[in-house]
């Protein structure tokens, strides 16, 4: 059963960083795609990357292109996302997911196993 536990969040002043990870089990990393999506209150949830597990090609949102970073460590079967700059507007709950039906990162298809989530607020 795939299952994926996200940390790292928390407060932090405009401009700083966090890294978030993600532990992915049931899967090996290479058999998956996986995403990172946040969700603010009252907005839609928004795909901000994703990792291929095919060939570890990349995707950002314009919104956090040049400021995010998302890596993986296939030792420890575990995604990062590494967000500095963070901005006010980057205040949410960020969810890690994962698809295996598709590994390359089609955003627009639905990705299939979903963590707990982590907040992430941006606040002086």
């Known amino acids: 059963q795939l299952q994926l536990v996200e940390s790292g969040g928390g407060l932090v002043q405009p401009g700083g960083s966090l890294r978030l990870s993600c532990a992915v089990s049931?899967?090996?990393?290479?058999?998956?795609?996986i995403g990172w999506f946040r969700q603010a209150p009252g907005k839609e949830r928004e795909g901000v990357s994703c990792?291929?597990?095919?060939?570890?090609?990349?995707y950002y949102a314009n919104s956090v292109k040049g400021r995010f970073t998302i890596s993986r460590d296939n030792a420890k079967n575990t995604v990062y996302l590494q967000m500095n700059s963070l901005k006010p507007e980057d205040t949410a709950v960020y969810y890690c997911?994962?698809?295996?039906?598709?590994?390359?990162?089609?955003?627009?298809?639905?990705?299939?196993?979903w963590g707990q989530g982590t907040q992430v607020t941006v606040s002086s």
């Open positions: 990792i291929s597990g095919t060939d570890g090609s990349l």
């Open positions: 049931g899967f090996t990393l290479e058999y998956v795609a």
């Open positions: 997911a994962a698809r295996w039906e598709q590994r390359m990162c089609i955003m627009a298809l639905p990705f299939s196993s």
